[in-house]
Structure formats: structure tokens, C-alpha cells
């Protein structure tokens, strides 16, 4: 397997869906607390990085399983990177656990060095990452996935790194983790939106595979108005957390990306083809993790 292969197999490219919460936390940690712990923010964004590539090649690597014992040749030889490029199914699966391997050795340290709250919050995030893909009833193939994927890929990564970087300033408690959910839920849904628009274009293929989707239940018509939903929510969040002073009033020219953002919302509304559109819901992510970051780096930094 040579490197781009493996890129391919951890889905390199949508990484920008973990690193961004990473740098938003550490801003809103900044803006909100006036502190920073780095030795924290590497050590955890090393073992996110590790464990988000871990979730994403178990996805591939359950997926080829599955539709192995189902004899879904088509997907197996035509659509998985395992398949297409004939890969060791073995040799995968301690690929797979060694990420995990590596990955929970640093969450023991993070705790270690802070308190049990990061384990009980690392020991959420790794029980989703197995259950999105793995079980006898992946997240991935249910109505929850996308809740689950905005929650733990926008929140949960939001809450740890802004709870690594205050531990020894203050104690941890629940009026930190509410308030997290304002600033970290545009991220969080447009998340979640890019996961519903992979299910409105693998709606034929989900039923051939059986897995029964919120699109599967709500018919493509309405998972359309659903998935426009999660990008107004989110950017009234982010109006709500500059309201409310969690972040800086410098972050309201995010709202600069709407026109973007509802250009592509226009398109995919027309034609929802896995080839050709679902890169509008990607680039959508990419504008709003680009703006909201800069945007919030700029307050911080300037005061505005």
C-alpha cells in the first residue's frame, strides 16, 4: 500500500472536519478565558488526528465486510478502496487498531495529566467512532448519524480541547460545556449537513446496502429542507454566541459566506449526484471552518 492509497483509505481529505473545531476551541479558549495550555493542545490534537484517520479506514474496512457477506461485488470492486486497489483485509484491520492503539495510550496521558472528565469524554468519542461503522447496528446505516457525526466531530472536539486548556484554571462544570454549544454549532451542523448530503446521493445505493438512513424515512424532499435547516441553525448559533459576548464581534462576518453558501444550497437542490454535487456540501464545510476560524482569529487578535 503506497502512501496515497492510504491517504485515500483515512480519507485524508476531510480532516478539515476535526481540525478546525481544534482551532476554534483554542481561539474561544483564548477569547472566553484568556489561556492556553499547548503541551495539551499538541499532545490532543495528535490523538484526534490519529483516531479520526482510525474511524474513517474502519469505515472502509467494515463497509468492504459487510458487503462482502452480502456479495455486493459492485461496491466492493467498483466504490471501496479496499476492494479497488486489492488491499489486504488483515493487513487493515491491525492498521485500524494500531491508530486506535496509539491514539488511546495519548488519551491516557491527556488524563493523566488532567482529571477523569477526558476520559469519560474520549471514552464517548471512541465508542461512536467504532459504533458509526462497526456492530451489529452501525450509527452510519441509522437516522442518528448525523447527530451523532455534527455532535462528536464539532462539539465533542470543541469541549475537549477548550476543557485541556482551562483544567488547572478552573474546574470543570456544565455551564462551560452549555455554553460550548453556541460558538462550536455552526461547525457542528454544517458537519452534520455534509453527512446528509452523502445520504441523499447514496440513497439507492443505502438501499441496495440496507441501511436505512434519516433519508430512507423522510423521503429525499424533505431530507432537502432538513439539510438547509442545519446550515440557518447554525448560523443563528453563531449569531446567538456573539450576542451572548462568547465570541467576538468580528466573527458576524462569517455571515459574509451566506450568498456562497446558498448558491451551492440552490444547486444541489436540482441534482443530487454523488459525483457531481456532494463536492458542494464539502466546499460549503471548507468556506464555513475557513470563515468562522479567521473571522474569530481576527477578534481575538484585534479586539474586534
Known sequence: MNLKIFLELVEIKAKTASIFPFLLAALYSYYRFGYLNFTNMLIFFVAMLLFNMAVDANDNYQDYKRTKRNKTNDFISKTNVIGVNHLN?????????????VSALLGIWLTIRTNWIILVMGLFCFAVGYLYAGGPWPLSSLPIAEFFAGFTMGYMIFLINVFLNLYSKMTFNWSIAIEALLPAGLISFAISALLLANNICDEEEDKTLKRHTIVYYLGRSKSLIL????????????????????????SLLTFAIVPLIWHNLVIFHKKQVKKETFILSIKNLLFISVAQTLTVAIGVFLHF
Open 89 to 101: 483485509i488483515h493487513m487493515i484491520g491491525w492498521l485500524v487498531f494500531a491508530l486506535i492503539f
Open 227 to 250: 439539510y438547509d435547516s442545519f446550515y440557518v441553525i447554525g448560523f443563528l448559533l453563531l449569531l446567538f454566541s456573539v450576542i451572548l459576548k462568547l465570541q467576538p464581534i468580528a
